[in-house]
């Protein structure tokens, strides 16, 4: 079984930095590279619907919403089967649920239904 672990969220005021986090580990992992996956960043706001925040590729390539363009940056350590998303300049309307996710494939997507694997999820407040 597939489990994927983030942390690293909590509360900041405005403007301030949160980096999360997100560990692989599970049966799949042993047999393919992790490196080979496609893993992204998601987000659920209170009555809102999950939406995608930044993708990886499995060759490193990344794409980000508009909304977090400039300010948020996604990485991973593919010996470390990690995940990351550096969070910057938050703003009061980054406050969700922050969800890591993988898929089986070299390329990425926005679309929630593309991902095999999802997280718990880590919170992130932002206040004003």
């Known amino acids: 079984q597939v489990q994927l672990v983030e942390s690293g969220g909590g509360s900041v005021q405005a403007g301030g930095s949160l980096r999360l986090s997100c560990a692989g580990s599970?049966?799949?992992?042993?047999?393919?590279?992790?490196?080979?996956?496609?893993m992204a960043w998601f987000r659920q706001a209170p009555g809102k619907e999950r939406e995608g925040v930044a993708t990886i590729n499995a060759d490193g390539s990344t794409t980000y919403a508009d909304s977090v363009k400039g300010r948020f940056t996604i990485s991973k350590d593919n010996a470390k089967n990690s995940l990351y998303l550096q969070m910057n300049s938050l703003q009061p309307e980054d406050t969700a649920m922050y969800y890591c996710?993988?898929?089986?494939?070299?390329?990425?997507?926005?679309?929630?239904?593309?991902?095999?694997?999802w997280g718990q999820g880590t919170q992130v407040t932002v206040s004003s």
């Open positions: 599970g049966g799949i992992y042993r047999r393919y590279y992790y490196g080979n996956y496609c």
């Open positions: 996710a993988a898929r089986p494939y070299a390329t990425c997507g926005f679309v929630s239904g593309l991902y095999n694997y």
